[in-house]
């Protein structure tokens, strides 16, 4: 089934869609060929995951909080055309290039779909987004805060920049690293407020 042809299954299914319940510390790794190779424990309100996948095609889901989805630099030179596949967003259908360092925003609440056509290397964070209303709360209207969302069709370098330094703390035990991992998830939250909310903070 293609994924167009999932979207209309979905509409008339709705019940359906597969739930990630971060806050349960559940994980993708049910609507992926293999476990994640990297993933945290533990994190209040931030949860990581690094994946190495086969060709693969999720089914319908959506998380309870927000996901910033990564595609790092790849060791192997790849073709985009063949790197590239197809993203079913809120609704929409597009074909994603996934060059190295792209990024894509997926809502708490908001359906999506992917594939990818070869095998595949990528990364997810996901934040609780009682979170932002609480960092948001001087800012924003608390009944404003809706993210928008993104296909992994652009670079966006500080949230590069946090999910590789959070990548490196779920590696190992290091001096500070609590403190730090505090730190990126708050930068995280006013980053996403800042640049990807419909209300933008005063």
């Known amino acids: 089934m293609r994924l167009s042809e999932l979207a209309i299954s ?4 709705p019940e359906g869609i597969k739930q990630i ?10 609507l992926l060929p293999q476990p994640a190779v ?27 909080w927000h996901v910033v989805a ?14 590239s596949g197809e993203r079913w967003l809120d609704g929409k259908l597009k074909r994603e290039t996934r060059n190295d360092g792209d990024i894509a925003i997926i809502p708490a609440g908001i359906p999506q779909r992917c594939n990818w056509s070869i095998t595949a290397q990528f990364t997810i964070v996901a934040i609780d987004p009682a ?57 995280l939250a006013i980053h996403l407020l800042r640049n990807y909310c419909t209300t933008q903070p005063l």
């Open 131 to 187: 979170l932002l209303q609480s960092i948001g709360q001087d800012w924003v209207n608390l009944d404003r805060i809706e993210l928008i969302p993104h296909f992994m069709t652009q670079q966006d370098a500080l949230l590069q920049s946090i999910v590789s330094t959070l990548r490196e703390e779920v590696k190992g035990d290091k001096l500070g690293g609590q403190l730090l991992i505090d730190s990126l998830r708050a930068t």
């Open 38 to 64: 990297l993933k945290s424990f533990g994190w209040k309100q931030i949860h990581f995951e690094h994946h190495h996948q086969p060709q693969f095609d999720t089914p319908e889901h959506q998380g309870n």
């Open 70 to 83: 990564y595609c790092p630099p790849s060791a192997v030179s790849l073709d985009t055309v063949m790197r």
């Open 21 to 30: 319940d971060f806050s349960a510390q559940q994980t993708a790794d049910f």
């Open 10 to 13: 979905t509409e008339r299914n």
